[in-house]
């Protein structure tokens, strides 16, 4: 195998596990795991794979696992123990959740949907309320401008007939040519 064969196995390997997706081979995890047992042991790599892969693996998960909280482990003990119907029934119930959540959004959006379109339809007839009666062509405004004002009490009013040619309106008199 040439270098490049082996720089593109190693990059393959490395990639699609980054991603956590199937395809990564085996055997690169379990040289993964050589790898970080040679640094956590400080044993060089060409050792790790001399001792047996058993004792090589059981100290790399302990080393993995002491990091863990009692609520991590109980977790991953609980994991670890389940049996294929509980893996299938967890599935169905992750499935039901989903499938409920996918059908909430989808009414949420409907409902929505429907909000947008009933807005618009108010825009509409504001619209259309503004263009057929304008605001001064109100008939309460102009109820309102027709109306005579009452007038308080103790107050009279007296009618006269004026001569405009001998009455004064005082300084409102038209001026007087001449003067």
Same mark, same amino acid.
């Given at each position: 195998?040439? /270098?490049?064969?082996?720089?593109?196995?190693?990059?393959? @390997?490395?990639?699609?596990?980054?991603?956590?997706?199937?395809?990564?081979?085996?055997?690169?995890?379990?040289?993964?795991? #050589?790898?970080?047992?040679?640094?956590? /042991?400080?044993?060089?790599?060409?050792?790790?794979?001399? +001792?047996?892969?058993?004792?090589?693996?059981?100290?790399? &998960?302990?080393?993995?696992?002491?990091?863990?909280?009692?609520?991590?482990? %109980?977790?991953?003990?609980?994991?670890?123990?389940?049996?294929?119907?509980?893996?299938?029934?967890?599935? &169905?119930?992750?499935?039901?959740?989903?499938?409920?959540? #996918?059908?909430?959004?989808?009414?949420?959006?409907?409902?929505?949907?429907?909000?947008?379109? +009933?807005?618009?339809?108010?825009?509409?007839?504001?619209?259309?309320?503004?263009? #057929? %009666?304008?605001? @001064?062509?109100?008939?309460? +405004?102009?109820?309102?401008?027709?109306?005579?004002?009452?007038?308080?009490?103790?107050?009279?009013?007296?009618?006269?007939?004026? @001569?405009?040619?001998? @009455?004064? #309106?005082?300084?409102?008199?038209?001026?007087?040519?001449?003067?």
């Amino acid at each position: 195998m040439e /270098f490049r064969d082996v720089e593109l196995v190693a990059l393959r @390997d490395v990639y699609l596990s980054k991603l956590r997706r199937p395809g990564v081979s085996k055997d690169y995890n379990l040289r993964r795991i #050589f790898r970080e047992y040679s640094k956590l /042991f400080h044993t060089p790599l060409h050792v790790v794979h001399e +001792l047996p892969i058993e004792f090589v693996i059981q100290a790399w &998960l302990e080393e993995h696992y002491e990091t863990y909280t009692m609520e991590d482990l %109980r977790a991953e003990v609980a994991e670890h123990t389940r049996t294929h119907a509980d893996l299938v029934l967890a599935r &169905l119930a992750e499935d039901e959740a989903d499938a409920e959540t #996918f059908l909430i959004m989808q009414e949420d959006a409907q409902a929505m949907k429907a909000v947008r379109k +009933l807005e618009e339809t108010v825009r509409g007839m504001q619209k259309a309320i503004g263009t #057929f %009666r304008p605001k @001064d062509r109100d008939t309460e +405004l102009a109820s309102d401008r027709t109306k005579p004002k009452e007038i308080p009490q103790g107050i009279t009013m007296r009618w006269e007939d004026v @001569d405009l040619d001998q @009455d004064s #309106f005082g300084i409102l008199d038209s001026p007087k040519s001449g003067k």
